[in-house]
Every structure is written in structure tokens, then in C-alpha cells.
């Protein structure tokens, strides 16, 4: 019996984890339906007398397609240089610019540039590894041979959150897991990821 429920418990958290991200899609979804679509075809009717479905969501896309030709050329890049110059100089503008800024850059880097390789790092020194995720490496011009990897430890079950700590590469341990492994590992709180470390050792 206590099987059976371990199994059914286990299964119906998978179900639920599984339904947070299509939570998420009809959301978005909906917010795009009702506040860009909707409101188009309001302004449709209000002028030409008829309603035209899905077209919000026609013109929202064109509308995003001309603003990445712009962006993508020399007088887009000056527009840009001017906007960021003047939301510069005023501070709350220049904090959420440069936040929504940053953010755009990292969902622009592909997987493999964002997270190189997932480790473990034991924080304490106590035998209890973290997962994190090597994001770079650095050179201590003192010791040219040490080698120190930086790695960014998240919080569960966020990823986007979290904090960077600064490892000897000596120190860590590679479980030779792939990252979309440990970002699934994260998001579900070890429910669903890798059940062995196949290396585990030192790199």
C-alpha cells in the first residue's frame, strides 16, 4: 500500500509540474488575445464596422518583425545608443532598462554559452554538494596554474535567481550531466533529473 501511494504521489507531482509550463503558455496567450487582439479588433469595428479575429496578433508580430529590422542596422544601433543614453540619466529608468537589457542578452545566448557544464560544489566544506553551473573561468595571475571556474548556484525551484561563487577548479565535481538535466533537476526540486553521477570525481 505505502508503495502504491509513493507511486501515485510521485506521478501526480510529475503531472503538476508538467502543467506549470503549459499554465504559463495559456497565460501568455491569453494576455496577447485579450490586450493586444482584442483591443485591435475594437478599433477595427469602431472604424470600418467589422471585426477581424486574430488580426491584433497579425499586427503585433509585423510590429516586432519592423522593430528587429530596425535594430538590426546602423540607424537602428544609433536609435538605440541615444534611448539607452538618455534612460541613463534618469536613475529608475536606468535600473529597469538596464535589468530588461541584460535579460534580452542572456535569452539571446544559446544554451551552451549561458551554461557551460553543471558541477557540484561543496559550499561548506561538510560534504553537502550544490548543484551549479559553470558560466566561466578565471585566471589568478599570482598562481597561473590554478585555475578558478565561476559558477552560478540557483535557487530551487527558480533558476533565474541565485547567487555566483568564485571555485578552484580542483575542488568541484563534475557528475557529467547535461544541462538541461540540471535545470530540471533545479526546477523540480530533484523530483525529475539524473538518478547517478556516472564520474564522480574531481575535475
Not at 11 to 29: E, F, V
Not at 137 to 144: A, E, G
Not at 152 to 165: A, D, S
Not at 170 to 193: A, F
Request: glycine fraction near 8%.
Amino acid at each position: 500500500m505505502k508503495a502504491f501511494m509513493a507511486h501515485t504521489r510521485s506521478y501526480i507531482i510529475r503531472g503538476l509540474l508538467a502543467c506549470i509550463p503549459l499554465g504559463l503558455s495559456y497565460l501568455t496567450l491569453k494576455f496577447i488575445y485579450v490586450f493586444i487582439d482584442q483591443k485591435v479588433m475594437n478599433l477595427f469595428d469602431k472604424f470600418i464596422g467589422f471585426r477581424v479575429p486574430g488580426l491584433g496578433i497579425l499586427v503585433f508580430l509585423i510590429i516586432l518583425y519592423f522593430i528587429g529590422l530596425l535594430v538590426s542596422n546602423v540607424i537602428g544601433h544609433r536609435l538605440l545608443g541615444i534611448i539607452e543614453f538618455i534612460f541613463d540619466r534618469i536613475p529608475i529608468l536606468r535600473t529597469t532598462y538596464q535589468i530588461g537589457k541584460q535579460l534580452s542578452t542572456t535569452f539571446s545566448l544559446s544554451e551552451k554559452q549561458v551554461f557551460k557544464k553543471v558541477v557540484f560544489v561543496d559550499m561548506n566544506r561538510s560534504g553537502v554538494w550544490s548543484l551549479g553551473f559553470v558560466t566561466g573561468t578565471i585566471l589568478d595571475k599570482r598562481n597561473p596554474h590554478e585555475k578558478y571556474l565561476k559558477v552560478f548556484l540557483p535557487t530551487v525551484p527558480n533558476p533565474t535567481t541565485g547567487f555566483v561563487v568564485m571555485v578552484k577548479e580542483s575542488e568541484i565535481l563534475d557528475p557529467n550531466w547535461t544541462v538541461d538535466e540540471g535545470v530540471r533537476t533545479v526546477i523540480s526540486g530533484g523530483i525529475i533529473g539524473p538518478e547517478i553521477i556516472e564520474r564522480g570525481k574531481s575535475l
